[in-house]
């Protein structure tokens, strides 16, 4: 079982749409979770950054994380196609430097 | 400042030759990272720098990889002997300190043939 799941989709919605995006983790020492975006050829780009259990909201964008479910949650809401990329967890311990990706969420929204 | 920069973007080689890829961070950032990414995967970790000193290396950097940072600035990714399964995405990111999150450069696309 590797330490950060998440389906890889692909998922295709409507613009408007909410998109819900998902990872599941095995380790209970992650303290740190990140959302990446990455469009396809490009670097991963940071979108969102929280610590511990709890929500956090930017723009469009709000992050969730669930850590007595080991789950944590990405909602995107009015998306947009420009919003089409790959979505990337990712986590770290307390007393780590490196962070765990998950394999990432392949997202479309069409027009 | 423009950001992580990573030369060359894409690096055609043949098997068994030596590579080399150079990381230039966000000037401000004392800490660089590599990670490695392949097809439908997530990125990898490989070894992370403070300044100058290396202080994290992943059991995937074999003997035939070797990172360097002189004087804690830009960094350079050496794989020796290459061989097809090191065809992939090799990402160098950078952070502060304390900060939140990194931020990646574009990569070097390596194809072994």
């Known amino acids: 079982q590797k330490e950060v799941e998440q389906d890889p989709g692909p998922l295709s919605v409507p613009e408007g749409a909410i998109v819900s995006l998902n990872c599941t983790y095995s380790?209970?020492?992650?303290?740190?979770f990140m959302w990446y975006r990455q469009y396809s050829r490009k670097g991963p780009e940071l979108l969102m950054y929280?610590?511990?259990?709890g929500n956090k909201e930017d723009g469009r964008f709000t992050a969730q994380v669930d850590k007595s479910s080991k789950y944590i949650s990405l909602f995107i809401r009015d998306s947009q196609p420009s919003d089409s990329a790959t979505y990337l967890c990712?986590?770290?311990?307390?007393?780590?430097?490196?962070?765990?990706f998950g394999p990432g969420t392949r997202l479309s929204v069409l027009p | 400042d423009t950001g992580v920069s990573q030369d060359p973007r894409h690096k055609i080689t043949k098997r068994g030759q030596n590579v080399t890829f150079r990381c230039d961070p966000i000037?401000?950032?004392?800490?660089l990272y590599w990670y490695r990414q392949t097809l439908g995967q997530g990125p990898e970790f490989l070894t992370y720098?403070?300044?100058?000193?290396?202080?994290?290396k992943s059991r995937l950097l074999s003997d035939r990889f070797s990172a360097e940072r002189p004087k804690g600035s830009f960094s350079t990714l050496e794989i020796q002997r290459t061989e097809q399964g090191d065809s992939a995405m090799y990402l160098c990111?950078?952070?502060?300190?304390?900060?939140?999150?990194?931020?990646f450069g574009s990569g070097t696309r390596l194809t072994v043939v």
């Open positions: 990111a950078s952070s502060m300190s304390g900060g939140q999150g990194y931020t």
């Open positions: 380790n209970s020492a992650f303290q740190y």
């Open positions: 929280t610590y511990s259990s």
């Open positions: 990712a986590m770290r311990r307390m007393d780590g430097q490196n962070f765990v």
């Open positions: 000037s401000e950032h004392n800490r």
């Open positions: 720098f403070q300044n100058e000193a290396q202080l994290e």
